[in-house]
């Protein structure tokens, strides 16, 4: 992806401001709003996918049959596929969490010996961006978790998504805002598909100083770039990919089972994209897992390797459906393969010795390091019952993996009188 020049960035950049500043208004109704306001705006959205079924699946069967007559992969359409199945689970998720508490606005630190309390406060940031990939259901769980944490919304999404997304935001999100008694312009959907918006998402400091970036590749890391070159900070989901190693302490039957279950969806981020086989596996459990594989339809790729060992297959448009295979000698190795050669979004160890996971799990320094358990379940709403805004892969200080509510907020330090009663 080429940045824009400024002339042809020009509306995008007109269109995206408008909306920050709509945002922007209706953003001190949600900072000063009671618990139990925010809470009924995430129980009427609940109630309103179900009353709005009709109209947004009707735009979702829309989007369906441009994207099939576009060409695109069936990995990408099961993605972009809403469903009553689906609106019944984004309903759930979102009665679930009006059901969380929310975390203490302030915490005391300290009473210092000079008299006074030190106390630390949660603030909303105020508008929070976020552009994402074509999945409907994630403007739902990106709305959620700004409501949830009293930020005001810029979303965006590419075009394949946009009638979805715009059914979702006439009928499910402004209504629920009203229903409420909240502004319904908190939440503002960017009706400008161009990449040119998602840039324009990241060159506004002054009115979305945060955005979150979803997606993968290279246009995320630019976007994330962008960002910073213009002083906004970035929540970026860039590099996917799940790792499956094979010890040979493993359990034949759930080492079957646990990449069985990372390969259930192809197109999803935290799938088992590479499969690491200790060398002292016996042949029998190899040919085992590829077998369990082929069956799925996967195609292997096998050693000697043409592309990096981390090569993220979901990427691939038209070869989803593979899975990369290398053997390790032991632990070490395969955590020492899963830092150097993936993202580190997440890595699984299948063994019956606990000498070998303790070793896989203090070397492998990803986000999720699992031990006989699934690379899939480092999802917000799986990990922490919970949707997520994105999940972030970063090596430094910040939010880290599943980004929710609770994470989207910022830290002031308070200093009031000891004997004055904190709030």
Same mark, same amino acid.
């Given at each position: 992806?080429?940045?824009?020049?400024?002339?042809?960035?020009?509306?995008?950049?007109?269109?995206?401001?408008?909306?920050?500043?709509?945002?922007?208004?209706?953003?001190?109704?949600?900072?000063?709003?009671?618990?139990?306001?925010?809470?009924?705006?995430?129980?009427?959205?609940?109630?309103?996918?179900?009353?709005?079924?009709?109209?947004?699946?009707?735009?979702?069967?829309?989007?369906?049959?441009?994207?099939?007559?576009?060409?695109?992969?069936?990995?990408?359409?099961?993605?972009?596929?809403?469903?009553?199945?689906?609106?019944?689970?984004?309903?759930?998720?979102?009665?679930?969490?009006?059901?969380?508490?929310?975390? =203490?606005?302030?915490?005391?630190?300290?009473?210092?010996?000079?008299?006074?309390?030190?106390?630390?406060?949660?603030?909303?940031?105020?508008?929070? +961006?976020?552009?994402?990939? =074509?999945?409907?259901?994630?403007?739902?769980?990106?709305?959620?978790?700004?409501?949830?944490?009293?930020?005001?919304?810029?979303?965006?999404?590419?075009?394949?998504?946009?009638?979805?997304?715009?059914?979702?935001?006439?009928?499910?999100?402004?209504?629920?805002?009203?229903?409420?008694?909240?502004?319904?312009?908190?939440?503002?959907?960017?009706?400008?598909?161009?990449?040119?918006?998602?840039?324009?998402?990241?060159?506004?400091?002054?009115?979305?100083?945060?955005?979150?970036?979803?997606?993968?590749?290279?246009?995320?890391?630019?976007?994330?770039?962008?960002?910073?070159?213009?002083?906004?900070?970035?929540?970026?989901?860039?590099?996917?990919?799940?790792?499956?190693?094979?010890?040979?302490?493993?359990?034949?039957?759930?080492?079957?089972?646990?990449?069985?279950?990372?390969?259930?969806?192809?197109?999803?981020?935290?799938?088992?994209?590479?499969?690491?086989?200790?060398?002292?596996?016996?042949?029998?459990?190899?040919?085992?897992?590829?077998?369990?594989?082929?069956?799925?339809?996967?195609?292997?790729?096998?050693?000697?390797?043409?592309?990096?060992?981390?090569?993220?297959?979901?990427?691939?448009?038209?070869?989803?459906?593979?899975?990369?295979?290398?053997?390790?000698?032991?632990?070490?190795?395969?955590?020492?393969?899963?830092?150097?050669?993936?993202?580190?979004?997440? =890595?699984?160890?299948?063994?019956?010795?606990?000498?070998?996971?303790?070793?896989?799990?203090?070397?492998?320094? +990803?986000? +999720?390091?699992?031990?006989?358990?699934?690379?899939?379940?480092?999802?917000?709403?799986?990990?922490?019952?919970?949707?997520?805004?994105?999940?972030?892969?970063?090596?430094?200080?910040?939010?880290?993996?599943?980004?929710?509510?609770?994470?989207?907020?910022?830290?002031?330090?308070?200093?009031?009188?000891?004997?004055?009663?904190?709030?």
């Amino acid at each position: 992806m080429q940045l824009p020049t400024e002339s042809q960035s020009a509306s995008a950049a007109q269109v995206v401001a408008a909306c920050a500043r709509q945002a922007q208004r209706a953003a001190p109704t949600l900072a000063t709003a009671s618990d139990q306001a925010i809470d009924a705006v995430l129980d009427a959205m609940a109630q309103r996918l179900a009353g709005s079924a009709t109209e947004v699946l009707a735009a979702n069967a829309a989007d369906i049959a441009a994207a099939e007559q576009s060409g695109m992969s069936q990995a990408l359409i099961d993605r972009l596929r809403l469903g009553q199945a689906r609106l019944d689970d984004m309903a759930g998720q979102l009665a679930l969490l009006a059901r969380i508490p929310f975390p =203490a606005r302030d915490q005391v630190l300290e009473d210092r010996p000079d008299g006074l309390r030190l106390i630390e406060r949660r603030r909303p940031v105020g508008v929070v +961006g976020a552009t994402f990939e =074509a999945r409907p259901n994630v403007t739902v769980d990106v709305a959620s978790q700004l409501v949830k944490s009293r930020n005001a919304g810029v979303l965006r999404t590419g075009s394949a998504a946009l009638r979805s997304a715009l059914a979702l935001c006439d009928h499910v999100l402004a209504p629920a805002l009203a229903d409420a008694g909240l502004d319904p312009d908190a939440v503002q959907l960017v009706p400008d598909p161009r990449r040119d918006s998602a840039v324009a998402l990241v060159r506004h400091a002054e009115l979305i100083p945060l955005v979150i970036v979803r997606g993968s590749g290279e246009t995320t890391r630019m976007l994330a770039a962008e960002g910073a070159r213009h002083g906004v900070r970035v929540l970026a989901h860039a590099d996917g990919g799940g790792v499956l190693y094979v010890d040979a302490a493993a359990d034949p039957l759930l080492a079957v089972e646990l990449l069985v279950a990372g390969l259930d969806r192809l197109g999803v981020c935290n799938r088992v994209n590479l499969l690491l086989v200790a060398d002292s596996v016996p042949d029998r459990l190899y040919d085992a897992l590829l077998a369990a594989a082929s069956q799925r339809g996967i195609a292997l790729s096998l050693p000697p390797h043409d592309h990096p060992l981390g090569y993220e297959w979901a990427l691939d448009t038209g070869r989803e459906a593979t899975l990369t295979v290398s053997r390790v000698t032991g632990p070490g190795h395969a955590a020492q393969v899963a830092n150097q050669e993936t993202s580190g979004l997440a =890595a699984t160890i299948v063994t019956h010795d606990e000498a070998a996971a303790n070793e896989f799990l203090d070397s492998y320094t +990803g986000t +999720g390091a699992f031990w006989n358990a699934s690379t899939r379940l480092l999802d917000g709403f799986k990990l922490r019952r919970v949707p997520e805004t994105g999940i972030n892969v970063d090596r430094v200080p910040g939010p880290r993996g599943p980004v929710t509510f609770a994470d989207l907020y910022l830290r002031q330090f308070v200093i009031i009188p000891a004997h004055w009663p904190s709030g």
